[in-house]
């Protein structure tokens, strides 16, 4: 198929006219300094991949990316892609901090599934809650360098300990929990987390998938975990028992 020719192709959403604002701003910024000719979509293509560099190094400038250390090169150009080259060389940043930038009441993250009301929570909010996930995964003596493992589906949680974890310094890592025990304990004893981050059951296409009689074979399959984190996935979840899971 031709990524010209969308005939006869169902459309999803067409953009307002009057909409991307941003978007606008960022091509105005090309426009003026590079002297490019950006009348569509197809000629900012063109020119963003004839221009690889400068355009992300623009991008950077554009969003505002933090760092400690700007990057002294986008990428090399002479090592081809298939290569894996690497990119912003030299930069020096805290991925959470970007994140984490904002504490104003504007919508941060809508989370919704299955089986439980949709939730809104603000970029307040956010910060408040990965600042106490940090906290407490400190309190754990997790520090820079060591790995927190999430074992979970698509929910709030998992966000607030990826913000928590890049935030301390430490390296964050998941799997869907639809694996299995054996297939979980395969991945993560390669990287060796100190914390389990998990959840008691989830729903899936209306199925009930209980998540507890893995957890247990995973904890005793991996040493090096020192602690386990189970989120309650309902208010009626507090009552089980997981008295024979170790490190809870």
Known sequence: MSHRDFSNIQIMRKPDENGGIQLKKFKEIIRNKYGAKLDNYWEFHKWSVDNLAEFWAELWDFVGIISSKKFDQVIDLTIPMQECPEWFKGARLNFAENLLRYRDDRVAIISAGEDKETNHFTFAEMFKEARLYAAAFRKFGIKKGDVVACYMSNREEALFGLQATTSIGAIWTGVLPLLGAQAVINRFKQVKPKILLTIDRYQNDQEEIEMLPKVKDIINGI???????????????KLKNISDIKNR
């Open 223 to 237: 040493s090096s975990l020192q602690r386990v984190i189970i989120i309650p996935s309902k208010k009626e979840s």
